[in-house]
């Protein structure tokens, strides 16, 4: 399998369907392949793709594999996903499409929780207890994203 080759070939099915390549793994397992493909994008609300996005995309990714000879003729499976919480949140598009959530932001030995109010162009723009606090994006060492179980139960409490 040639990846370059299919990245070639999945780019622009991903930019048809309002999503970005933002990485191509190709491992090989016995006599099969798997392709997982990780996407990103806006989505409608900003805030990344939709499931039915995905889909669409995985479904369209897929027939052009099949007939295409970047695969080879080797058997494969197709894993199509999002980047998902856990990743390091590592460019401003992804600081932006998380605005709204809390997320962990180290910057040196500093560690900062707080959530994200948004991003102005290399500027990362945090509350922290209610402070807004600045961080240029080069300065940050490690961001992610901290999963909040109970914060729509709080919001609906304060309505």
């Given at each position: 399998m040639q990846e370059s080759q299919i990245v070639a070939l999945i780019e622009p099915i991903l930019?048809?369907?309002?999503?970005?390549?933002d990485r191509l793994?190709?491992?090989?397992?016995?006599k099969r392949s798997v392709?997982?493909?990780?996407?990103?994008g806006d989505g409608p609300d900003g805030h990344g793709p939709l499931l039915d996005d995905i889909?669409?995309?995985?479904?369209?990714?897929s027939a052009a594999l099949d007939a295409s000879p970047a695969v080879g003729s080797a058997p494969y499976t197709l894993e199509v996903s999002t980047r998902g919480v856990s990743k390091p949140l590592t460019e401003a598009k992804h600081f932006r499409r998380n605005a709204g959530r809390l997320a962990k932001v180290w910057v040196g030995e500093e560690q900062s929780i707080g959530r994200i109010v948004g991003v102005d162009g290399e500027t990362l723009t945090l509350d922290v207890d209610g402070?807004?606090?600045?961080?240029?994006?080069?300065?940050?060492?490690k961001a992610v994203v901290q999963v909040e179980m109970n914060r729509a139960a709080a919001e609906d409490e304060e309505n």
């Open positions: 930019s048809a369907h309002g999503l970005e390549l793994d190709v491992t090989p397992i016995g392709l997982r493909v990780t996407v990103d889909a669409e995309a995985s479904s369209a990714i402070e807004q606090r600045e961080l240029a994006l080069p300065t940050i060492d």
